[in-house]
């Protein structure tokens, strides 16, 4: 049960609860990440861009910096709108994150073109057994 004092201990206060919150984003977005970069990089059906990369890096830094700068906004306004609306962004954001990670594995869509992940790797593990 210490595990679970441990994860309730996040919800206590609105600030460990942000924190906690952004912690999930960055590893759901460093997940999706890697999950596209495998793909791209080792997929023969898909031309890897180093430059591509490097973009949806400096997209989802991007993100989160936007994401952070509405901590300090949410306080502008009345406090019954400003802290609800910023869980409200980050709660839909992780969603959109984990929808784009499941969308990987095939499991939603979300219109990503190449080939899907899972397939990907259930090839490469059978590629794997043979050699």
Do not use: C
């Amino acid at each position: 049960m210490e595990m679970i004092s441990f994860f309730q201990s996040f919800l206590e206060t609105r600030d460990s609860f942000a924190t906690f919150l952004l912690t999930l984003i960055l590893i759901a977005s460093t997940i999706d990440f890697l999950f596209g970069w495998i793909n791209a990089r080792f997929n023969k059906n898909v031309v890897f861009k180093s430059g591509i990369a490097l973009f949806g890096i400096i997209k989802k830094i991007m993100y989160f910096i936007v994401l952070v700068f509405f901590i300090p906004a949410s306080v502008l306004v009345p406090e019954s709108v400003g802290i609800p609306a910023l869980f409200a962004l980050y709660i839909g954001y992780l969603i959109s994150e984990i929808n784009s990670i499941l969308s990987h594995l095939e499991l939603t869509e979300d219109g990503k073109k190449g080939e899907l992940f899972r397939e990907f790797m259930s090839r490469l593990l059978k590629s794997e057994k043979k050699e």
